[in-house]
Every structure is written in C-alpha cells, then in structure tokens.
C-alpha cells in the first residue's frame, strides 16, 4: 500500500520561534490522532530545521524546501543535500515551481539536485506542474511529461523508489484557484502512467504523488478521494497547525 502524506511548505514564512511554536502546535494537534497511513512532513525554512528536528517526533517527517546542485565548494549562500540530511531531516523538496521562475532552475539542474539529494540519503519531494498559458494551450500534460523525463533522468528504479512526486498546477498554487478534483485525478493518473513505462506498474503503482495548490480544509476531501491522489503539498494552509492537521484528517 502507498503512503499518504500530507506535507507543509512553510516557504519564506515564520521567525526561528515562530517556526518551532508551530512545529510544537502540530506535534501536539498530531498526537490526538491521525488517520491511518498518513505521514505528516513539515518543510520549514533552512535556519530552522535542526531546532525543529529536536521538537519532532519521529513519526513526523522534516524536509528542506530545496538544496544546492553541487555538493560542496565554493558556491556561497548554497545549501548542499549532505548539509540538509546533517540537521535529521529526511526529505527535501525539489523543483518547486517558485524555484523554477524565480531562480530559474532547469531540468537539467534538478535533475543534478535530484541525484545528489538520493546519495545524501534524502527522499525528494519532486515538484511538477504546467502554468495557466500552457493549461489554457491545453499543453499541460506534455509540459509535466518532459519534466518528469528530465527531471527523472538516469536514476534508476531503486533510487526512484525514494522519491515523491508532487503535482503543483502553477496557476493554483497561492491563488485560492484549485484544481478540480477531475483535473487531479487525470493529471496524477498521466503521471502514474508515465512512471510505469518508466519503472514498471508495481513502483509506479507504490508511488506517492501529492497534490499542490491552494489545498485546505474545504477541499482536501474531494481532491484525496481521487484514486491516485496520495494527499498534498500544502502552502498557505500548512502555516496555521489546525488547517494543516484538519488537512491530514481530510482522508
Ligand atoms: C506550494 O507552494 O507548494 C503550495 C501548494 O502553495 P499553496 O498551498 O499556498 O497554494
């Protein structure tokens, strides 16, 4: 059986205190209870992640929200994978659209960050996902393929076995503008496919696929339900213990 997992990008949001006040809120709002198979992760800024690796349970995951595309060196303000994986935590993400526009990362760079990420001993939290222009062209299912060729690129299906996907519809994310649940499933499902002429059914079968945009309380059930959504990459909401944790009892 697949894992659910319900994952928080804090993004560049909370003061260290703040951050660890809410990584204290979710433990305790946690440990009332969780549905069954639902992994929560939290992805805090990198100055917070070794204090909050002290607060968290080990049934609560920790992620980075992106890591360097080298490993070590002269490349000042960089945050390799090995230096993530050194806090405790045991996930990062990488790929995220605001990544891709902002600092304009390439497939090829992902791709780069992706393996180092896999040699530290970190599972990826591998973001991908098309913007309104190539939604409204009705290009986005080939955009999300070429980037989850690219991105995949020449690791192999043991690797591949440690990495989560998230599928992140640009135009959703921050925007109150969610996928349906229609256009969830359909994309997750694409991606499924791709996978297993990647990897073969049973890994791609295995995979959890997340989705990301504007997820919160009202509309994880609906979005969850979907066959082959495996619960959510979530922004805005993950920053208020109480939506992040009615969220993860969504399922
Ligand atoms: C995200 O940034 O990964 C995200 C899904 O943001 P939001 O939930 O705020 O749309």
Redesign the pocket.
Known sequence: MRRKIVAG?W?MNTLLQDGKDLAEAVKKKAGQGLPENVTLILAPPFTHLAGIKQILPDNIGLAAQNCASENSGAFTGEVSAAMVASTGAEYVIIG?S?RRLYNKETDAELNKKLKLALSAGLSPIFCCGENLHEREKGIHSEVVRKQIELGLADISEEEFKNIII?Y?PVW????GQTATPDQAQDMHRFIRIQLEGMYGSKTAGDTTILY????NPSNAGVLFANSDVDGG?????SLKADDFLAIANSF
């Open positions: 990008n993004k995220h605001e998230a992140e959703a994310i921050g925007t990301g945009g504007s997820c990459l979530i922004g805005g909401a």
